[in-house]
């Protein structure tokens, strides 16, 4: 860091403060700020080291920024130092101004590596009246003077309006952040998403957000024990499955329903969990909906990391009872649905008991007739009238067995093929919070909604067959859905095209996305695999890849059209 040039001329030396401050105000990035208040600092007073050290609680850095020392001797000091010594004994006003540090009564040494350092310079950075750090500033030639006193005290003031600045933004951004994490949970669980995919994600993005490097869900376990279910981030494998003891944290956040955070797990008198001491500061967060606790997430950061803040319990609590409140509805909604099946094999039950077997029992003792008169050496064009009977018996039989099979299909499974693509693609429209393309190809002539309507796209439907029709709208769901889930794309263009002739006929489902592409590495797969089985059941084909531009995700199904409408 070169010296400051002549501050003698007065003018010269309230340029340069001025345009040092508005510096400081025009940026919201807070490491960005903390090193030019820094950088300023030195240059204005001709500091050869300068630095800010932002501290916790108890005195210890949790951020420390500084200059005029390169990183290959940052690396040998190792950690920041704390608020111990003469580095303790400045005042919260004003500055300690020392012309030979060593000599100072509380001084107390250097670390091993350190650079000597004589002059110094010290003052707080106070942010709402609380401080907020300090700024360290040695070896200046000729020692430091009242105007540097004045500099720094002007700096370090106006470096507090801009970290308070930079703290609101950043606050405001993490809230967003938080909300769409929370909005994403919402849209995976309407879209259908497995709830431990979803549980995966909450832990995901709770840790991603909070700028964590662990998120653990702790659950309901066997009995009333609560389990480390999902873990993501650092010490996975040590953390999941343990059982957190009774009194514990998580269960007294879970009780009491308030969140809490911990300075460090690493230094906590009572801590029963072995596998946590390994973290610094912890926060607990209660997923609570509907007056019972649904789970605890608990977010850790490893030891000597800035600790959780009460604005990181807050939106943390804001995002557990929101996921909470997902769940919940998801298990309403599951219960719902197996009421629903249960009313339904009900009905069919009672179907197949009234008509199918009452019929087949008749056409039974119809053919038991005709074997006692056989074996009574009846005529047998005496019997031909009565086995004509129960064929039709057994024919009208095949068809209520037919028709109760046929209820048992999706209830819009009645509309035609092109309407309920069309529903499918209406109903993306809130998971990926825009309108996908759909275009529907019949021989090389593509159906519009006109066409669609007017009962020209019954042909679509003849030829395709319900069985190959019900698995080309669940492909052209599945490929909505992630879409929504995991591509965060700005458009999604599906294409149907029933081509050929006689046993040549195909049928091709293309969904295409400019999104983000496939990830590296994909652990969970149940709905590609289950696009994968639909296709072999038709002696077909399934694909998963990039698109010809080299971006985004192009997902391809086809299956041969005369296997399934036979």
């Known amino acids: 860091m070169t010296a400051r040039t002549d501050h003698h001329d007065g003018s010269l030396a309230a340029a340069d403060l001025l345009q040092a401050a508005l510096g400081l105000a025009s940026d919201l990035d807070l490491p960005t700020v903390l090193q030019r208040f820094v950088a300023a600092s030195a240059d204005l007073t001709g500091a050869k080291y300068g630095a800010i050290n932002v501290l916790d609680a108890r005195g210890r850095?949790?951020?420390?920024?500084?200059?005029?020392?390169?990183?290959?001797?940052?690396?040998?000091?190792?950690?920041?130092?704390?608020?111990?010594g003469v580095l303790g004994s400045i005042p919260p006003h004003g500055t300690l101004r020392l012309d030979e540090l060593m000599q100072h009564p509380t001084f107390k040494g250097f670390p091993p590596?350190?650079?000597?350092?004589?002059?110094?310079l010290g003052t707080a950075v106070r942010v709402r009246n609380r401080v907020y750090g300090y700024l360290y500033l040695s070896e200046k030639a000729g020692g430091f003077t009242d105007e540097d006193d004045e500099v720094v005290i002007t700096l370090a003031a106006a470096a507090a309006v801009a970290i308070q600045n930079a703290q609101m933004y950043a606050e405001s951004e993490r809230r967003e952040h938080w909300l769409r994490a929370g909005q994403q949970i919402t849209t995976m669980l309407?879209?259908?998403?497995?709830?431990?995919?979803?549980?995966?994600?909450?832990?995901?993005?709770?840790?991603?957000?909070?700028?964590?490097?662990?998120?653990?869900?702790?659950?309901?376990?066997l009995g009333d024990s609560w389990v480390m279910e999902i873990v993501d981030g650092a010490g996975s494998d040590e953390l999941i499955g343990t059982v957190m003891p009774p009194d514990g944290r998580a269960r007294t956040v879970l009780r009491d329903g308030n969140g809490l955070v911990v300075d460090s797990l690493s230094r906590a008198r009572a801590m029963r969990v072995d596998a946590l001491r390994q973290f610094g500061p912890a926060l607990y967060a209660p997923m609570n909906a509907d007056g019972r606790g649904v789970g605890v997430l608990v977010l850790l950061r490893k030891v000597g990391s800035a600790p959780f803040g009460p604005s990181d319990l807050a939106t943390a609590e804001t995002y557990a009872a929101q996921a909470a409140l997902a769940l919940v509805l998801a298990e309403a909604r599951h219960a719902q649905d197996v009421a629903a099946l249960l009313d339904e094999r009900e009905r069919i039950a009672r179907d197949l008991h009234d008509l199918a077997i009452q019929q087949l029992f008749a056409t039974g003792m119809q053919l038991e007739t005709v074997r006692r008169r056989a074996a009574r050496g009846v005529d047998p064009s005496e019997l031909t009238g009565i086995v004509e009977d129960a064929l039709d018996n057994v024919d009208s039989t095949v068809r209520q067995i037919r028709s109760i099979v046929h209820a048992l299909r999706d209830p819009d499974a009645s509309a035609p093929l092109a309407e309920r693509l069309r529903r499918e693609a209406s109903?993306?429209?809130t998971g990926l919070g825009f309108a996908p393309s759909l275009v529907i190809t019949v021989d090389h002539r593509v159906l519009d909604s006109a066409e669609a309507l007017d009962g020209d796209a019954q042909a679509l439907d003849d030829r395709v067959g319900d069985d190959l029709g019900d698995d080309v709208v669940a492909v052209v769901r599945e490929g909505l859905a992630n879409a929504a889930r995991h591509a965060r794309a700005t458009a999604v263009a599906v294409r149907v095209e029933l081509a050929g002739e006689g046993p040549d006929t195909e049928v091709t489902v293309e969904v295409e996305d400019d999104g983000a592409g496939l990830p590296p590495e994909r652990d969970r797969r149940s709905g590609t695999d289950n696009l994968a089985a639909r296709a072999r059941r038709h002696g077909g084909t399934f694909t998963l890849g990039t698109t010809t531009e080299g971006r985004g995700t192009l997902l391809t199904w086809k299956a041969p059209v005369h296997a399934s409408a036979l």
Do not use: K, N, W, Y
Not at 65 to 72: A, K, Y
Not at 113 to 120: D, L
Not at 197 to 215: F, P, Y
């Open 427 to 429: 109903l993306a429209r």
């Open 61 to 84: 850095s949790t951020t420390f920024v500084h200059t005029g020392m390169d990183e290959r001797l940052t690396a040998v000091l190792g950690r920041p130092p704390h608020a111990v």
């Open 190 to 221: 309407l879209s259908g998403a497995d709830q431990e995919e979803v549980l995966a994600q909450i832990a995901a993005s709770s840790r991603d957000v909070a700028g964590a490097d662990t998120a653990a869900l702790v659950l309901p376990g």
């Open 113 to 120: 590596h350190h650079p000597p350092m004589g002059s110094f």
